[in-house]
Structure formats: C-alpha cells, structure tokens
C-alpha cells in the first residue's frame, strides 16, 4: 500500500512540475548590493547543452536577483577561450546531450565533449570560478564526466522520501544536516525540491546532508518508480558542495529549484520565492560571494556599439513604462513600425502603436529587460531579448506578462528606434 501511494504521489508530482512557469515578481531587497557604480562582475549562465534553466528560461528569477546585486549577466551559447576570459563565474544549470532531450530513459548521455571540460578545468585552474546544477535524472548523469574531471561524483537518480515528497527537502543547523560553511555562515536553514545525490571529494566542503527518511531511488526513466526499482541509501550523499581548484573555485549542487522561484500549477510556489524557502534566496547570494574571484569590468566592457544602442532605447522604454508615460513607450517605434502579436495580429505604424501602449496608462508596475543577443546588420540591428513586464490587473492583484522578443531597430531622422517588433509570450 506505501509503495502504491508513492507512485501515485510520483505522477501526480510530474503533472504538476510539468505545469510550472517563472516567478518574476517575488521581493528583493539588497541594501547593499555586491556592485554599484561602473564596476561589475558578468556571469555566465549555460545556454549551449540544452539547457532546462536558461537566462531566458528556468534562470530569469537567478538573473534578476543577482542583476539586483549589482551583477551583470550574459547567455553563453558557446563555451570556449573567447567567452570565458571576461567572465568572473560560469553557471551551467541541467545540461543534457541531444540524445535524451525528451528521452529520459537510460543510457543518459555526456552532455559535454572532451575539448570542453579539458577547456574548463584549466579555465578554473588559472582563477575561473564554475558553478555547476545536475537535477536529478537524466541532467546528473548528463553532468557527470565534467564533474569527474574535479574529483565529484553524481549519482543519476532521484534522492527523496518514499512516505512523501512534500513538503520538500529541509536543511537545517538545528536538525544537523546544514553544516556550518563559509556560504552557510548567516543561514539556519534552506529548502530543496527534489535532486540526485553528489559524492565528493575529501578536500571539498559539503554544504547539507539528506535527511535520514530520504534514499536514492535508480529508475531505468526518469519518473517511472515501479516495485523493482534499484533503491540505495543517500548517507554518503550530499546536496551540494564548494571547493577551491588551483588558483580558481567550483560549487556542485543536486537540485536546481532551490537557486531559483517558480509557481506551480498557478498555486504552489517553488523554490526561493517559497514560504518554506525564506532563507534560500539569503543563500543563492552567499553562494555567489564565494564564488567571486574579483575578476570585474566596467559595465559597458563587453558591449558591442549596436548593444549599447539597444540597451540605451530600452532602458528609456523601461523608465518611461514605470513612470506611466505609455506616450514616451510608443515614439520609441519608426513612424511605419510593426508590433506582431502572439495572436497573429499586427499593429501597423505609430498611432496604432500608441494605442496599444495607451492600453496600459495608470498600471504600470515594473519592467525588466534581459538583452540576449544583439548583431548589426548592415543599416538595421537586430536584437532577441527577454521581457518581463509587471502590470496592476485590478487595484489588488499584479500580473507579469513574459514574452522572449525578435527586434529590429534602423534610423529615422538620424536616431535608432525600433522598427519590428515580434513578441512570444514564453512560460516557465
């Protein structure tokens, strides 16, 4: 009967993980963020092995608490020796092979080629600083020949409760399996939502130990828990670790929703936007302090002309939005500009477009850009970018329209504005 309702619980969680989406509008309040001014640190966040959390994606909550810090990031769609020398931390979050992008089933496949993890052991060597997420299976196994490069181990399964699997996972001094660590210092306690299981190395500093009721559960695919199913036991796992590696540093972890929020089927919130969470976000920054090597450059170090032209037309966009000026939005357009709607509609030219930003006069709550990609190509510049725009639907409730963008912007009387605008609304 146990078993039985424990693989109920399984589907039933699936199903609702499967309904997630990003929370964009949980609080930050850093009275002192780590940069301020000119100077800054850019982040890398994996976007190259198939990624489930993305900058765009999975990580937007991650990239918006740590742009509030004073932190730059940037998508990495290639890992080699030109994108790694300006960046002080590289994060890669559930990497996975093209093999088993919607085929969890064994054998999982190295998501990383050889070239790559030689490139990035030696990058952390000379002062790199890695940080690596692989959930439970199939991103653990996908992970496991980079994380054997730095003497880590995981194991590609699922480390959880058979009796239940919510509430999720408590870490915790006064329980005794939070330890006292250098990113741990000021926390009593962090919640996890279900990962794999990390074997260290015996000069790496274990963050948390499971707890005593959870175990490794092995499944030939991922989700699929039948009677015979391998079970092993989790006390020599830990959720995660740190580490210094030559003049550079790694952290390894085994579950990702910790380090970033999401709401779950409309209601339950996961990860450092929970009520069981209040200290996860407190540790996804101590987690980036360490990691830190100093390594900075001036805000507008990596920019390219054509970025700065479309960082500067939506900045004033975005000033303009949370001021309620929708006038100011819309003269941004060219006179015969095109808005393109996920419904298939089109807004043609400036009155039109005026219109349509007029809509949201007087509800205007906040907006947040994420620049992912900018070219110039010959007189025009094109962009994709993320946006994440807060709204009052009523006098008490707030809702966030996120939507990944196609832009291109060309000159009208001699200033760059934008000329297309091709918006998808994007979830999770």
Same mark, same amino acid.
């Given at each position: 009967?146990?078993?039985?309702?424990?693989?109920?619980?399984?589907?039933?969680?699936?199903?609702?993980?499967?309904?997630?989406?990003?929370?964009?509008?949980?609080?930050?309040?850093?009275?002192?963020?780590?940069?301020?001014?000119?100077?800054?640190?850019?982040?890398?966040?994996?976007?190259?092995?198939?990624?489930?959390?993305?900058?765009?994606?999975?990580?937007?909550?991650?990239?918006?608490?740590?742009?509030?810090?004073?932190?730059?990031?940037?998508?990495?769609?290639?890992?080699?020796?030109?994108?790694?020398?300006?960046?002080?931390?590289?994060?890669?979050?559930?990497?996975?092979?093209?093999?088993?992008?919607?085929?969890?089933?064994?054998?999982?496949?190295?998501a990383f080629s050889v070239e790559e993890i030689d490139l990035l052991e030696k990058w952390v060597s000379n002062?790199?600083?890695?940080?690596?997420?692989?959930?439970?299976?199939?991103?653990?196994?996908?992970?496991?020949?980079?994380?054997?490069?730095?003497?880590?181990?995981?194991?590609?399964?699922?480390?959880?409760?058979?009796? *239940?699997? =919510?509430?999720? /996972?408590?870490?915790? +001094? !006064?329980?005794?399996?939070?330890?006292?660590?250098?990113?741990? #210092?000021?926390?009593?306690?962090?919640?996890?939502?279900?990962?794999?299981?990390?074997?260290?190395?015996?000069?790496?500093?274990?963050?948390?130990?499971?707890?005593?009721?959870?175990?490794?559960?092995?499944?030939? *695919?991922? =989700?699929?828990? /039948?009677?015979?199913? +391998? !079970?092993?036991?989790?006390?020599?796992?830990?959720?995660?670790? #740190?580490?210094?590696?030559?003049?550079?540093?790694?952290?390894?972890?085994?579950?990702?929703?910790?380090?970033?929020?999401?709401?779950?089927?409309?209601?339950?919130?996961?990860?450092?936007?929970?009520?069981?969470?209040?200290?996860?976000?407190?540790?996804?920054?101590?987690?980036?302090?360490?990691?830190?090597?100093?390594?900075?450059?001036?805000?507008?170090?990596?920019?390219?002309?054509?970025?700065?032209?479309?960082?500067?037309?939506?900045?004033s966009q975005e000033i303009a939005y949370e001021a309620n000026k929708m006038l100011e939005v819309a003269n941004?357009?060219?006179?015969?500009?095109?808005?393109?709607?996920?419904?298939?509609?089109?807004?043609?030219?400036?009155?039109?477009?005026?219109?349509?930003?007029?809509?949201?006069?007087?509800?205007?709550?906040?907006?947040?850009?994420?620049?992912?990609?900018?070219?110039?190509?010959?007189?025009?510049?094109?962009?994709?970018?993320?946006?994440?725009?807060?709204?009052?639907?009523?006098?008490?409730?707030?809702?966030?329209?996120?939507?990944?963008?196609?832009?291109?912007?060309?000159?009208?009387?001699?200033?760059?504005?934008?000329?297309?605008?091709?918006?998808?609304?994007?979830?999770?």
């Open positions: 009967m146990k078993l039985r309702l424990f693989l109920l619980s399984m589907v039933i969680t699936l199903q609702a993980f499967s309904q997630q989406v990003t929370d964009l509008d949980f609080p930050i309040n850093i009275k002192n963020p780590k940069y301020q001014g000119n100077k800054t640190a850019l982040i890398g966040i994996d976007a190259s092995h198939n990624n489930l959390h993305k900058l765009d994606g999975g990580f937007a909550p991650y990239a918006k608490l740590l742009k509030a810090d004073g932190y730059q990031m940037v998508a990495v769609n290639t890992i080699n020796q030109n994108t790694l020398k300006s960046l002080n931390t590289l994060v890669i979050a559930n990497a996975i092979h093209p093999s088993n992008v919607g085929n969890w089933k064994r054998p999982i496949t190295n002062g790199g600083s890695l940080m690596v997420v692989a959930d439970h299976m199939p991103y653990a196994g996908a992970t496991n020949e980079l994380a054997k490069k730095f003497g880590f181990s995981y194991e590609d399964g699922f480390v959880m409760s058979e009796s *239940e699997i =919510w509430p999720p /996972e408590s870490y915790s +001094k !006064k329980q005794g399996n939070l330890f006292e660590t250098p990113i741990t #210092i000021d926390i009593d306690s962090i919640a996890g939502f279900t990962g794999s299981g990390l074997r260290i190395p015996k000069n790496a500093i274990a963050i948390a130990s499971f707890p005593k009721t959870h175990q490794l559960l092995i499944p030939e *695919e991922a =989700w699929q828990f /039948e009677t015979n199913t +391998k !079970k092993l036991s989790a006390d020599d796992l830990v959720m995660g670790a #740190i580490m210094q590696y030559g003049k550079g540093k790694v952290a390894f972890f085994t579950e990702a929703a910790m380090f970033t929020a999401q709401i779950v089927q409309d209601r339950f919130k996961v990860g450092f936007n929970s009520p069981r969470a209040p200290q996860n976000l407190q540790f996804v920054l101590n987690t980036i302090h360490w990691l830190d090597n100093g390594h900075t450059i001036n805000r507008d170090e990596h920019q390219s002309d054509a970025y700065k032209i479309v960082q500067e037309i939506l900045l941004h357009y060219t006179s015969d500009g095109i808005i393109y709607e996920p419904t298939g509609q089109e807004l043609r030219g400036i009155v039109a477009i005026r219109a349509y930003w007029q809509q949201l006069s007087g509800k205007a709550v906040s907006w947040d850009t994420q620049i992912l990609e900018v070219e110039a190509v010959g007189d025009q510049i094109i962009a994709i970018c993320r946006f994440d725009i807060s709204f009052k639907q009523t006098e008490e409730n707030t809702a966030t329209a996120s939507s990944k963008a196609f832009l291109t912007f060309k000159k009208e009387d001699g200033v760059f504005k934008l000329h297309r605008d091709f918006y998808m609304q994007i979830r999770g």
